[in-house]
């Protein structure tokens, strides 16, 4: 069985083919971080017009590469929400037509669900889990009862993480995107030199808010101007490994799980993964993230996600009337 996924939620254009057992035939991601960056940020309709000039070209190149045609694939699966309400548009609408035109199976797919499954790509993992997305625009925690079963048991009021290392590279002058750039100045500078504030250090506290972090890293830039930019970085990324490592230690005690997973595309950071991954080892924890190329968005993790939905609802029947939600929750 071949299953196609469309995911087009933000900034990345990406189409991925696998089949049931986990073997991955395309894997097709058109970045637009160079047409972005000169603006310090995603901005909305460049995103959803490079979208459109994108799409087709890159599915053709996906079947070309995993060498089958349409009437090869059994199932599409295509990225519903939340994200950018035009971004998701263009996939929804291509996924819609292409469906309808060829006779195939349609599964609309929240994008927090690719990201949870996407750690099960490379990985075979014991439920119940915990799982930390964390990406630009979200920073959740859940626990993964099973395949299509998740319990929310907090996410971030304000900021998302990704949100907050952009904003104090904007604030640096460091450029966009702002996580690799902090990342890599961090690994010089000295993580305990300031000791920046974390929200929510409570008991059973599952929330999370990085918008406090990103303004005492405002102030203390105005007050510092002398300070040391690596600094800056390295104490900034330890208040978020410090609040991550909080919230996942809470959590396991409340609900005794064994098994952590982190991802999204904030999991990409080397920093932020052996610090959760230190932390599991100390507690005779098992933990697991996914490999960069599934960390950030990308269409296998969304086909992956379409073939659980499969097998859950296998008579699904898609409408053409099925719509974007922008804030759609899992």
Request: positive net charge; hydrophobic residues 40%.
């Amino acid at each position: 069985m071949l299953i196609l996924g469309i995911e087009t939620s933000c900034d990345e254009t990406a189409i991925g083919i696998i089949d049931e057992n986990k073997k991955i035939y395309a894997n097709i991601v058109y970045s637009q971080t160079k047409e972005h960056s000169i603006f310090g940020g995603v901005v909305p309709e460049i995103a959803s017009r490079k979208h459109i000039e994108k799409i087709k070209i890159l599915t053709e190149i996906a079947f070309n590469e995993a060498s089958i045609k349409i009437s090869d694939i059994d199932i599409i699966s295509v990225t519903k929400g939340p994200g950018l309400i035009g971004s998701l548009l263009v996939g929804l609408n291509f996924a819609k037509a292409l469906a309808y035109a060829t006779k195939k199976k349609l599964y609309f797919i929240n994008h927090l669900e690719g990201h949870i499954l996407s750690v099960l790509i490379e990985n075979d993992i014991e439920f119940p889990f915990l799982s930390l997305v964390a990406s630009g625009g979200h920073t959740n925690l859940y626990i993964v009862e099973n395949y299509c079963k998740y319990k929310l048991l907090g996410k971030t009021l304000d900021d998302a993480v990704g949100e907050a290392f952009d904003k104090v590279a904007k604030m640096l002058s460091l450029g966009y995107p702002g996580g690799p750039i902090v990342e890599k100045l961090a690994k010089n500078g000295d993580e305990y030199k300031i000791d920046f504030p974390k929200a929510f250090i409570e008991k059973d506290n599952f929330k999370f808010s990085f918008s406090g972090l990103k303004t005492a890293v405002k102030n203390y830039i105005k007050k510092n101007r002398n300070a040391k930019i690596e600094d800056i970085c390295a104490s900034f990324q330890r208040a978020i490994a410090d609040v991550f490592i909080f919230k996942i230690n809470e959590a396991i005690k409340k609900y005794n799980i064994k098994n952590v997973c982190f991802s999204g595309g904030v999991a990409c950071n080397s920093y932020l993964k052996e610090k959760i991954r230190n932390f599991c080892r100390e507690n005779n924890l098992k933990f697991f993230t996914p490999s960069p190329k599934f960390c950030t968005d990308n269409g296998v993790m969304i086909a992956f996600a379409g073939y659980y939905r499969f097998l859950e609802n296998p008579n699904f029947q898609f409408s053409l009337s099925e719509n974007a939600n922008s804030r759609l929750k899992l």
